[in-house]
């Protein structure tokens, strides 16, 4: 009887046991995606990314500009890229971090989910020395690629601000490339 | 006798088509072009850019964009002096002779992963030849990787980006990497860990992860080359170069290449960026001709500089541009602001007129004024900003995207509530 009542029961266990090593596996995988191999560090630069309300945490390359003109945009389509010719996120001034939106080979890029920012959501960025800097979003703006981004890429309020660039609207097919360009604005949190 | 004779002549005939497939074969096999000045650069590209300590690069690199660290190992040219120039136009000629190469084997329409494919032969592996993708199709070597199998040239032009993935490996067996050509006509991306071989080139830029182990050429001269730690580029040794090609030889297995008008222009922007208010900049432009005929009527425009002075190289003084000539231009122009302009070369040959265009961006810094107020004044100061354009960080849609991760789980809770759903049902009194 005994033997009878552990048969009956092992498809369950297995099938538990199945989806346990699959949760693993699948956590496992993710983490991986975070990895990136060490970099020499010369001074302190932003290292780490999350915007917990659309569960973005990637790590931070520094970029410049593209030979079109065009800020760099990071190696790793689940990293993201600081704009290593503005200033560094929580200095006075516009510092700008921009990301990949879209799949490719089944891989989610780091500003995918970008769009769902809400004014008010948190982010933080955490730099070389561990020090974490907290800013609030507190505006959304849609640009054509072509306008002026001067107003992303520079302010003269005093503040610290950290903008957020991704692409959106529609993929256009013949010049490969998406129609507007998504900008999270955000002010850094002043503790009382 | 008559049964003789007709065995003659069906022998013959088969002989004769035999004889004509085997020459055709030999007429349209892959051949390595004439790589010019090329030849000596490991990196040739405008931006190189190198951000840590620990990249090893051997042979020559050229760029006018210099990295912020400097790679170790030997490049006797390093930077945008002679030949830099020449090389890019001779990277131009490369390419126009790879893709005059026709097509031994086209892939289906779709991106294409190179480790997995099977349309091509055997699985994961390679034979000289021409291999395509489809319009606007991307192609990848997958962790299994590639091999690339027996002596000869291997072009692979990829219509689209080119992707290594993490620790997949290129491995030659009878293969040469002097010999390997990739021509993506969008960006180039190698996976970190990664070992590839052969040469490059892609203007759309060539991006390295981490400790790639190259042995070949990463071209992109009007692009970016990004190299990262622990990389290590290798010029390939003991190549056996080929010489130019013939003027007009009809009867040569270069012919087919060179026969049709071509025109080649580049163009570098001096400085590439000015400060607050802009400044002067000057405009170098090269017009060339790889083609195999002289071309007449030879103009060049530019949309945002209209002062454009030939300075030389009309060496013959024919008015034509030959194939042995590069012509030389030059516009002055005052810029404000942020620019980006195209020139288009035009050139005329055999009644087809064929164009080429080369644009450049100048970046000019804008002001920004920064107020701190104090308890009893008021500090004001001007510092310079960057403000590049917006960046494009779109990847394109893949059409093969399916989340089989999701199917996966799915498919795990549906076996589990169907077992315990069974065991309720099936629950002994």
Known sequence: MKINITTKKSPVIISIIGLIFFLIFFLYTTTQKKVLADEVLQTIVPMHLKIESIGVDALVESVGIKPSGEMDTPKLIENVGWFNLGVYPGEIGSAVIDGHYGWINNKSAAFDNLYKVKIGDIVTIKNSNNVITTFIVSNIKKYNPLDN????????????????????????????????RLVIFTDKEIKE | MKKINNKIIIAGISLFIVISIIGAIKVFAATTPFFGVTSSYTILSSTYTNTVPGTTVTGDIGFTTPPAVNPAGIHPNYGSGAPYSTAGTDQGN?????????????????????????????????????????ATRAASIGTAGITLSGAGTYIFRVNGALTTVMNSVVTLSGASACDVFWTPTEAATLGANSTFKGNNIDASGITLGTNVNWVGRALSFGGTVTTAVDDVLTLPTSCTLPPPPPNVDMGGIYSMPWVTPRIDVTKVATPVSLPIGGGSVVYDYVISNPGSIPLSNVTLVDDKCSNITLLSG??????????????????????????????????????????????????????????????????????????????????????????????????????????????KTTKPF
């Open chain 1, 149 to 180: 981004s001067a107003a992303v890429f520079t302010s003269n309020d005093g503040k610290s601000h950290l903008n957020l660039i991704t692409c959106g609207g529609t993929w256009d097919t013949e010049n490969k490339n998406y129609r507007e």
């Open chain 2, 94 to 134: 490369l390419l126009t002779s790879l893709n005059s190469q026709p097509c031994t084997f086209t892939f289906p329409d779709t991106a294409i992963d190179l480790a997995t494919d099977t349309s091509h032969g055997t699985i994961g592996v390679y034979s000289p030849g021409v291999y395509c993708t489809q």
């Open chain 2, 314 to 423: 009309d060496i013959n003084s024919n008015s034509k541009l030959e194939i042995t000539e590069s012509w030389k231009y030059s516009c002055a122009m005052n810029l404000s602001q942020t620019t980006t302009n195209i020139a288009i070369a035009s050139g005329t040959a055999d009644f087809t007129t064929v164009t080429d265009t080369a644009n450049a961006t100048v970046v000019v810094a804008v002001p920004v004024i920064t107020v701190i107020p104090t308890p009893t004044v008021l500090i004001v100061s001007t510092t310079t900003a960057v403000v590049p354009l917006f960046p494009d960080a779109g990847l394109d849609p893949d059409p093969n995207f399916f989340p089989w991760n999701f199917l996966a789980l799915l498919s795990v809770i549906f076996v589990s509530v169907l077992n315990l759903t069974k065991n």
